[in-house]
């Protein structure tokens, strides 16, 4: 299986400040094939990235994604108090389909 | 408006059934793949496998492969998940999420409100 290792496990920011999230697989993944999530408390997964750097439908631009499976990054370029969650990242070029651990971004 | 509403939770025994639901609307059901994905504190998120509504085609994670059962009955735009055999470990947050486009390699764009099972003595 492909592991997706997440960086940092948590991020401590305040509102405002810009977010750089990273994510890296053990193999070799098509770019077109990784997205990114953000899950907040009690929530399902939401949707941002896919294709590395596509922004799903409703998400505001200062989300973006960058970069390859050998070194993928999520910024939110100002954070946003309702920015405070979960992400994730997620290949689904290869079955069976996985995602990384998590990067926890908090308030600081 | 695009969505999925999923069965309640659930409190069950070991080794009791279940089988719960996932009910689209807003979209053309029979079209798009709908998965599978469990979340556990401990493992964080596993995706289980995926459905197509429309013609039943499956393809299940080896690591839930004959562990659980995923069935569609697109009369009424719903997709399911089964166990006949319930185990502690299978304590856990279940999502169902619809892919992105109509391909069968995706992401998940529309996702499920969740079903929390917990299976305890």
């Known amino acids: 299986d492909i592991v997706l290792t997440q960086s940092p496990g948590t991020l401590s920011l305040s509102p405002g400040d810009r977010a750089t999230l990273s994510c890296r697989a053990s193999?070799?993944?098509?770019?077109?094939?990784l997205a990114w999530y953000q899950q907040k408390p009690g929530q399902a997964p939401r949707l941002l990235i896919y294709?590395?750097?596509t922004r799903a439908t409703g998400i505001p631009d200062r989300f973006s994604g960058s970069g390859s499976a050998a070194a993928l990054t999520l910024t939110i370029s100002s954070l946003e108090p309702e920015d405070f969650a979960v992400y994730y990242c997620?290949?689904?070029?290869?079955?069976?389909?996985?995602f990384g651990g998590g990067t926890k971004v908090e308030i600081k | 408006e695009v969505q999925l509403v999923q069965s309640g939770a659930e409190v069950k025994k070991p080794g009791e059934s279940l089988k719960i639901s996932c009910k689209g609307s807003?979209?053309?059901?029979?079209?798009?793949?709908i998965g599978w994905v469990r979340q556990t504190p401990g493992k964080g998120l596993e995706w289980m496998g995926i459905?197509?509504?429309?013609?039943?085609?499956?393809r299940y994670s080896q690591s839930f492969q004959g562990q659980v059962t995923f069935s569609a009955d697109k009369s009424i735009s719903t997709v399911y998940l089964q166990w006949s055999a319930l185990k502690a470990s299978d304590t856990a947050m279940y999502y169902c999420?619809?892919?992105?486009?109509?391909?069968?390699?995706?992401?998940?764009?529309?996702w499920g409100q969740g079903t929390m099972v917990t299976v305890s003595s």
């Open positions: 999420a619809r892919h992105r486009d109509t391909s069968s390699v995706d992401a998940f764009e529309i």
């Open positions: 807003g979209y053309n059901f029979s079209n798009y793949w």
């Open positions: 459905i197509h509504p429309g013609d039943s085609d499956i």
């Open positions: 193999q070799s993944v098509s770019s077109s094939y």
């Open positions: 294709g590395a750097s």
């Open positions: 997620q290949q689904y070029g290869t079955s069976p389909l996985t």
